[in-house]
């Protein structure tokens, strides 16, 4: 692996200097009070304002409706966007979905889409979980039945992140009870502005919304189906795949697929150190000059670059843990101050700490829980049988 610098050419640098300014125009200090006050990890403002500039989808052709960039310059919009903490959970599902609707999709549906969804118009969000699975995504129950041309859904979804800031939903259905789990599935793109759709906020502990979405006798078109009849699984394994650490592998990926969990709980922690020089202790010294602290604040360091070093499914699950563990860890270092929220007198740089602490908690369920991820490796990377416990479903013939 090669970790030399990148040296940007004038061009390339020239670039990150306009994207600098745009988001020094678009992300105001109204666009960070809408995430905190929302939890929505989208704003139609800077998404369309991105989608102007082509910037949504920055690799593709400019007459496709991208920037048609550089592999480079398209990491330096990456890292710029994620400095400047732009909300991206619907972005980052619309661009995960997009190449299962392309391939997949109606070709005269996806030429009436494509346009709309680089300009930021038209929103994906993922319609996966159903209540009685959970990670399982493989025993959806909602339930699609033909009708003449039409398909009429029944059933829900939970976890459906950004439903209510999009226009389609990338479900998966249960077409045929009969067939093993993974053969009587069918992928839709489902409007979400069909009659029988309903969204239900559901707030976490993170300040995050997500959703719960009902679908009651909802009628989609064949049009709107993805790939074959009962063929819905591979229909899905490029955004799951995707979603689970395979990246392109050109060098300029991020290691870690958990990088977000360790941007955010690298921001605490820089907040508890710039806090520790200014502390000060009963007895007048700061608490930055605490040997102790110093070495407890360390450790948090090096298992956060471990976590960011740590590749595919292995790197997900360490960023979470070690994130989760090393949270309440610092937040027993700086005491009583790190709980005080956005907005709260005293609170550590805007209650960065606090903010740090809650996301920390779901980290362990995004994409699929830890042990989900846990066991992808033990199978998959350790080459280990598939784990049986007492009570596991038996198949029955």
Known sequence: MDFATVELTAEQQAFQQEVRALLDEVMTEEVHDHERTTG??????VHLALGARGWLFPEWPVEDGGAGLDQVSARVL????????VPYVTSGTTAGVWPSVEQYGDPQLVAELKPE??????????GYSDPESGSDIAAAHLRAVRDGAEWVLNGSKMWTTGAHNCQYTFLITRTDPEAPKHKGLTMFLVPLQSPGVEIQAIRTYGDERTNAVFYDDVHVSDRNRLGEV???????????DEEHGAGRGDGLDD??????????????????????????RPDGTHVADDPVFLD???RLVVETEAAAVTPDPMGRTKA???YIAGIAELIDLVGPEALLAHGADGAIEG???????????GTATYGGTTDVFKNMIAQHVLGLPRLRLPGDKALVR
């Open 255 to 280: 290691v870690t697929m958990g990088i977000g969990y360790t941007r955010v709980f690298q921001r605490a922690i820089d907040a508890a150190a710039r806090w520790a020089k200014r502390a000060t």
């Open 296 to 298: 407890r604040l360390g």
């Open 320 to 322: 979470s843990l070690s």
């Open 117 to 126: 969804v680089a300009a930021g118009r038209v929103r994906f969000c993922l």
């Open 351 to 361: 209650g960065t700490l606090d903010h740090a602490h809650r996301f920390a908690q």
């Open 230 to 240: 009962n063929g819905g699984w591979a229909v899905l394994r490029g955004p799951l």
């Open 78 to 85: 990456a890292l710029e966007l994620a400095r400047y903490r």
């Open 40 to 45: 929505d990890g989208f704003h139609e403002g």
